[in-house]
Structure formats: structure tokens, C-alpha cells
């Protein structure tokens, strides 16, 4: 089945610990997003690749890092640098030059800072 | 002013009855206008896409544009209560053929009571 997996479901971090998230696509799209969802405040992009080794900045970067080194992985670092890390962490991907820019999600991780 | 306005809600309608759900908008660059359905913990969906102003009807589901007023809103006839979710609206423009971030609204939390 062609679809995005993210790893784990549920994090638990401690204050001052850095934490990767896992994103993977076997979609064969050359672009991927990274989207934090809090109560009340829907999708807020944070990070988003359009090809591999190259990602730029969405509207809330500060205190993550990403890398893309594969087509298919795009994961997420939250580092000790973000000061209110918990919530709902959404992967996707879309494939490049499509004219609604449909986007596929993963599941999604929930990351709660202890 | 927020690009995307949405009503969080919850709407609270009974099994059957006609759901109307709405967004406006503020960039008068946006030219594609979707809708995403998210049901509870887990990643949206995309449930229809529209070009400019109009009306797209996709089985009990209508899109409806109006570019003059930057009103958006998406209409679901004989509601069920597997409607149940939450609905984003997420307007873009157009991006060269490019692949960048979506801005949703913040969603409309849905509830249809049987």
C-alpha cells in the first residue's frame, strides 16, 4: 500500500531534550511538509522540502531542524529550543508542479513535553 | 487580519439535516480553494478542490467560491453521522508549478447527532 507512515504515535519528552520525528513516503512525491496542529489554531506549516537535500522555512521554524537527505524520509527534530514543543505533529507530501497541490498526511505524532 | 478565517465551532447539527460550513479569506491571489476532512486524531483528508469562483458538487458534497466577497463554503446535504470531523479549508495561489505550504483555516468541528 502507497501511503506516508510517521513514527512513533505518542513522544514523551523532557524539557531540554532534543526529539526526532519520523516521516516516510512510498508515494514517489518529490515534495514533503512538516505541519504542528494545536487546539483551536489548525495546521501551521513548519518546515517543507521540495526536493531532496533543500527544504526552506514555513511560519513557525523556529526551534526545529529537518534534513532530506532520501526522497522518501523527511524527518523532524524538535529541539530543547522550542518552548512550547507539545502537540500534534503532521507529515505530508505532494507531488511537484500539480495545480491544487494536494497533500497526503500521515497520521500524525502527538508529542507531549513532561 | 488572519489569511483564512474559519469558525472552530463545534456545529451541533441533527442526522439529516443540511450542513453549510464557511471560510473567508483575505489574499485576493488565491485562485484554488480546497476543503480537508479531519476525523479525530488523525491526518486530513482532502475532500474537494475548486478553481475560482463557483460551485463543484461531488455527491452529498457542494464547494462553493465567491472570489468577489473571499467567501468560501462547503455544503453537505443529508448529513450522517460519519460526517462527524473536522473540516479545514485551505485557499492557495497559484505557485508556478512549484510545491509549497497550504495555509489553513482553523477548522470547523462538526458533530451530527443520530
Known amino acids: 500500500d502507497g501511503g506516508i507512515t510517521q513514527s512513533p504515535k505518542y513522544l514523551f519528552r523532557k524539557e531540554g531534550q532534543n526529539v526526532t520525528l519520523s516521516c516516510e513516503q512510498n508515494?514517489?512525491?518529490?515534495?514533503m511538509y512538516w505541519y504542528r496542529q494545536d487546539p483551536g489554531q489548525g495546521l501551521r506549516l513548519i518546515y517543507y522540502?521540495?526536493?531532496?537535500?533543500?527544504?526552506q522555512k514555513g511560519d513557525i521554524a523556529e526551534g526545529y531542524s529537518v534534513s532530506r537527505e532520501k526522497k522518501e524520509s523527511f524527518p523532524l527534530t524538535v529541539t530543547s529550543a522550542q518552548k512550547n514543543p507539545t502537540a500534534f505533529y503532521l507529515c505530508?507530501?505532494?507531488?511537484?508542479?500539480?495545480?491544487?497541490?494536494?497533500?497526503?498526511f500521515g497520521p500524525g505524532t502527538r508529542l507531549t513535553v513532561l | 487580519q488572519k489569511e483564512v478565517e474559519q469558525d472552530p465551532g463545534p456545529l451541533s447539527v441533527p442526522e439529516g439535516a443540511i450542513v453549510s460550513l464557511n471560510c473567508t479569506y483575505s489574499n485576493s491571489a488565491f485562485q484554488y480553494f480546497m476543503w480537508y476532512r479531519q476525523y479525530s486524531r488523525k491526518g486530513p483528508e482532502l475532500l474537494m478542490y475548486t478553481y475560482s469562483s463557483g460551485n463543484k458538487e461531488d455527491g452529498r458534497f457542494t464547494a462553493q467560491v465567491d472570489k468577489s466577497s473571499k467567501y468560501i463554503s462547503l455544503f453537505i446535504r443529508d448529513s450522517q453521522p460519519s460526517d462527524s470531523a473536522t473540516y479545514l479549508c485551505?485557499?492557495?495561489?497559484?505557485?508556478?508549478?512549484?510545491?509549497?505550504?497550504?495555509?489553513f483555516g482553523k477548522g470547523t468541528h462538526l458533530i451530527i447527532q443520530p
Open positions: 505530508a507530501s505532494s507531488i511537484q508542479g500539480g495545480t491544487y497541490n494536494e497533500q497526503f
Open positions: 522540502s521540495q526536493i531532496v537535500n533543500d527544504f
Open positions: 485551505a485557499p492557495r495561489g497559484y505557485s508556478g508549478g512549484g510545491a509549497d505550504g497550504l495555509t
Open positions: 508515494l514517489n512525491h518529490d515534495a
